[in-house]
């Protein structure tokens, strides 16, 4: 008899557990008030050199001027992109950039976005190509 109602305390105690971590994976999700790297292309079929781009998303309630930013790629000799003068980024709204040269590298590349004060605003995890 002890046997079975450790067990079934053991079980109790496992699934309450469980549900927990669930529960506070949940509550813990930050929201997200700044410009975000929503997507990459790295490995595009054709020609690297004119077909990568990276999506960036405004998901906050404010326009942000995300003009002289820049894209950093880490891995492919630390090859920057900037974004022009005069870009604003509305809210809920996204941008495509698309650099004019290869930059980023098939193999564990990852990007920063750096604001024009030099601060990282969103990095991507080393990435493989699919």
Known sequence: MKNISFILLATS????????????????????????????EQNPKGDSNRYEWVMLYNPSDSSVNISNWTLVSHFWC????TIVANTTLHPKKYLTVTPDKRWLHDEDASIMLIDAAGNVIDKTPFMMAN
């Open 13 to 40: 105690i496992v699934l309450a557990t469980i549900v927990s971590c669930i529960a506070i994976g949940v509550a813990v999700t930050p929201d997200v008030n700044h410009i975000v790297i929503q997507a990459i």
């Open 78 to 81: 630390g090859t920057n992109t």
